[in-house]
T-cell receptor
């Protein structure tokens, strides 16, 4: 079975400070990892995916297969980054079974950027 | 971009009644849609996978007779909460898969059972 862990439920930083939201996963096959963001009163939306290796809104995330991590980073946080962030895993290959085709979400991290 | 709508956005119903929530993919066809439940400031819990033209697949612990799912067309899936009780009060979110690895989420439906 696949599992996604976000150890921090709440994270507070000041504007301009670096921010890192942690995500660890476990999956026996080959996964695709995503970060989703949910701003206040808005729907869940895709922020970035590891396969595309792009930077969105200044955020980056690198898949570290050795540490099974996919931490989200931004060098200079902005107030508008305040939101709930979810790390999610999609099974590309491997374990299959009942996990196939489904996204598994972490518990979410509420990021608050103070002025 | 791909858009998924949900209706209603919020609904209040009395205990014992049933309520239907619609999920539509507006500009693409989705053979697969997903229904999630989200508790305040918590993660999304997958309830079931809705497949067009076939029975939904429910996650362990989700009562299929209580949460009826119908995916009658490539753009519409419905979730009916039958004989609702206060503990069913929650935020229900659907998503539609446009292609492999791409899911688009609806805005959610706030259900309150009194």
């Amino acid at each position: 079975a696949q599992r996604v862990t976000q150890p921090e439920k709440l994270l507070s930083v000041f504007k301009g400070a670096p921010v890192e939201l942690k995500c660890n996963y476990s999956y026996s096959g080959s996964p695709e990892l995503f970060w989703y963001v949910q701003y206040s009163r808005q729907r869940l939306q895709l922020l970035l995916r590891h396969i595309s290796r792009e930077s969105i809104k200044g955020f980056t995330a690198d898949l570290n297969k050795g540490e099974t991590s996919f931490h989200l980073k931004k060098p200079f946080a902005q107030e508008e980054d305040s939101a709930m962030y979810y790390c999610a895993l999609y099974p590309l290959t491997g374990a299959g079974g009942t996990s196939y085709g489904k996204l598994t979400f972490g518990q979410g991290t509420i990021l608050t950027v103070h002025p | 971009g791909a858009v998924v709508s949900q209706h209603p956005s919020r609904v209040i119903c009395k205990s014992g009644t049933s309520v239907k929530i619609e999920c539509r993919s507006l500009d693409f066809q989705a053979t697969t849609m997903f229904w999630y439940r989200q508790f305040p400031k918590q993660s999304l819990m997958l309830m079931a996978t809705s497949n067009e033209g076939s029975k939904a697949t429910y996650e362990q612990g989700v009562e299929k007779d209580k949460f009826l799912i119908n995916h009658a067309s490539l753009t519409l899936s419905t979730l009916t909460v039958t004989s609702a009780h206060p503990e069913d009060s929650s935020f229900y979110i659907c998503s539609a898969r446009r292609r492999e690895h791409e899911q688009y989420f609806g805005p959610g439906t706030r259900l309150t059972v009194t």
